[in-house]
Every structure is written in structure tokens, then in C-alpha cells.
């Protein structure tokens, strides 16, 4: 078989041997009357390290998000977040159908949020303009290439927003703890409710983990309930959980030495692009180009399986299943259509026909 690389998303990844002996011998009971013991540790555990009183599991990222906005905001209000932030722009509209809010978006380009842009939009409240409940942010930020905050900008930006909550998308917070050493609690500290996922970079098959005060919790489960995300016998997934959190950590440092490899092949490759690899500080490789698509095309034709976010921006992730090996196939199909002496307008040779 041709040789494939997939760096479509760190979605892709299988669980590993100590998550499926894990699996195996998980105890379990029924977590609708809280009865399951693994999943009950996996809470608490990941409360925990984010150094909150509570938390819940749930079945996806996405979900979290969802319970968080619902025990948030009421219908009508506002919540400010980054015009690409993934609750904003890939979860199918479902803040306004499940919450009943609106977004205000202020620009993400860069990662982080601009405080100005925020406290503008609050302070419109003053002119007739909604009520902001909620901030929402991304840490780290998947659409401008896995960037992670600084600590002390997420500091600066909850104590800009006085009693307003704010939420942190952590899908990949401990790619952003790996890359700036600033510790999951310490960025969890100004968030009101923080999620992340245990199926990217982490490795567990299924679930993310929501956290937060005691008391949101508590209605978190009965949003989650609402949403039909209640699960039963779900230590076997938490099972998988545990092992990713006491495991599967450190080793994202491997995952963003890899992706910044890729980035300084992308940049070299595909100069019309103005990428700078620099920016690529965890494990996602994310720049514009004018034939997103097309390129994404044939470099799959050649062997490696990006994806784009956008019609002209391309991505590529690092995982577990990388590995150095893999980063060299793709310096060599890079270098086969760099130095390609018949190039097409893209600069990739044609492959077929
Ligand atoms: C930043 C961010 N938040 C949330 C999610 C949603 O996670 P899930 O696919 O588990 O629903 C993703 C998924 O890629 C993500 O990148």
C-alpha cells in the first residue's frame, strides 16, 4: 500500500495500549445515579488540575461548550469571542439553537483577543446594545494554528471584564501548558468553567471533560441530560481518560517539535503563502493560501492528508501517530515537487494522467 500520512486533525488518533488494558478492566455502574467510580475519579481528577470545585464528563468537545454557554448566558444575551473560534464558526450554529445567544465576534487573526475589542463591545451596553454575559475563549487557538495565550493576557482579560464569566475552550490546554509552561490551573484561574478534550493530542477515544464551580456543575448535568449526553456504564471511556491525563501529557512537546519541522517545509514550499513558521509554537500548521484547496488535493495524491479550515487556508496537525519518520516522507515529497523542473501554477508536479 502507498505510503499515507494523515495529519487531517489530532482526531485521528488511537488509543494506546494502556487506555485499552484500562478499558478492559474498568469499573464501572450507572453514572445517571452517579454511581460509576471511574468516571467519578476522572472528574475529579480533572477538577483537580484545573483547580476547580467540580466537573463533568461529557461526550465531545462540542458538548461542553454547548453546557457551558447554556449554564452561562440566558437567551438573549451576548457572548463575546473570536470571529474563528471553534464555538463561533464550526459548530454548526449550535450556540444560537441551544442557548438561544448571539455572538459578538472581535478579531482572532493572532490567537488571543484584543482586550480593547472586548471591553468596546461591553461597554456598548451603555448605547442600547445588548447585555455581554460571557467571554469566550481559545486556548490554544486552532484557526491561527494551534497559538496558545499567554497566561497573563488571559489575567488581563478576566480582570477586564468584571463579573462577567468567562469560558475557555481548552480542547488543547495541555498543548498550551506543554508550550508556555504555564500550569492548567493557573490559565483555568480566570475562566469561570474550562473544558478539554481527552480525544485530540491526548490520545482516549471518546470525551472531554467540563469543570467548573460546584454549583454550575450541577446544572451542567441536567444540561447535559437535556442534550440526551447522560451515559451510563461510561468508566470504560473515563478509564481511557485517566490514562490520557497521567500519560499522555508530556509527550505533546514531541507532537510541536514535529509540526514546527512541517511548518518550516510548508513556508519553504509554498512561499507565495507569507507563512512563517515561527508561529507554529504547539502542534497545528495552519497558513492562507490562494489554492487551499487544490493544494490540499494534491499533496493527498502524493501521500499526505491535510485538510482547510477555510477555502483558502490549509492545515496540517501533528499527533501520536506521526512520527519523525513521517516528517521526513513529507520533507521528501516537499523536496520532489520544490525542485520539480516542469512545475504547475501551484508548484506541484501533476501526479496523474
Ligand atoms: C478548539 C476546539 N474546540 C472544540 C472542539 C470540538 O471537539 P469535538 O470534536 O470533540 O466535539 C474542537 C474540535 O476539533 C476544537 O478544535
Redesign the pocket.
Known sequence: MARRVDLR?D?VTQPTEAMRAAMASAVVGDDGYGEDPTVNELETRFAQLVGKEAAVFVA????A?QIALRVLSRPGDLVVAGRH???VS??MGAAARNSATQFATVDDTNGALDLADVVEIIESEGDHQPHVEVVSV?NT??FSGGVPWEVEDLERLSGAIGDRSLHL?G??LFNAVVATGASAARYAASATTVMT?L??GLCAPVG?VLAGPAELMERARIERKRLGGALRQAGFLAAAGLVALDTMIERLHDDHRRARQLAELFAFAFPESNYDPTTCRTNIVAFDHPQARRMVEELSHLGVEGGTLAPQRARFVTHAGVSDDDVDFVAEVMARFTHAPRRTPLGIPPTRG
Open positions: 486533525s482526531t465531545s468537545g462540542i458538548m461548550n473560534q471553534h464555538v464550526f459548530e481559545e487557538h486552532m475552550d480542547a488543547r478534550c480525544s485530540k472531554s
